[in-house]
């Protein structure tokens, strides 16, 4: 065989081993936004599972964490209590444990499932939480990669 040979081989081998790049459309349409994943909460020895939340599952949360209060001038502004939405989220995307259950709601003495997070967990904790149910919900630091020429 010869050298030329060999490179051409090399070549189409190398050719026929790139996987087809799917469309946009088929990639939505064969994906499902059911992600879950397992985190291990050191003080506790254990992992929580959470899951993915959905823009439309947060706006929702975001207006349950939304209050109108008197600004400048005595013009009415939205807050956002950020401390809330966290433990809304937690409360959330959490499938275990799942801090809407009765007998953990009981032995906290939480009035909701976000009041169980709170009394439950550590300040840090919920924010750890928060921030990897955000992440997994596609809100992590660069979920965009540039489009390479060539």
């Known amino acids: 065989m010869t050298e ?4 051409f081989e090399y070549k189409e081998v190398q050719a026929q081993e790139k996987p087809k790049k799917k469309s946009a459309l088929e990639a939505l349409l064969g994906t499902s936004t ?3 994943k397992p985190v291990y909460m050191k003080r506790l020895e254990t992992d929580f599972v959470i899951k993915a939340l959905t823009g439309e599952k947060i706006n929702e949360l975001r207006e349950q964490c939304t209050y109108t209060r008197p600004g400048k001038g005595g013009k009415m502004e939205k807050h956002e209590n950020t401390d809330e939405l966290g433990q809304l989220i937690v409360a959330e ?6 801090f809407s259950n009765p007998e953990l709601m009981n032995h906290y003495r939480a009035e909701s499932p976000g009041d169980c997070t ?3 967990l550590l300040f840090g904790e919920i924010a750890m939480l928060s921030s990897k149910i955000m992440d997994l919900s596609g809100f992590e630091d660069d979920p965009i990669e540039e489009v390479k020429n060539g």
């Open 34 to 36: 059911d992600i879950q």
């Open 4 to 7: 030329n040979t060999a490179e």
């Open 118 to 120: 709170q009394k439950a």
């Open 93 to 98: 995307a959490c499938i275990e444990p799942d």
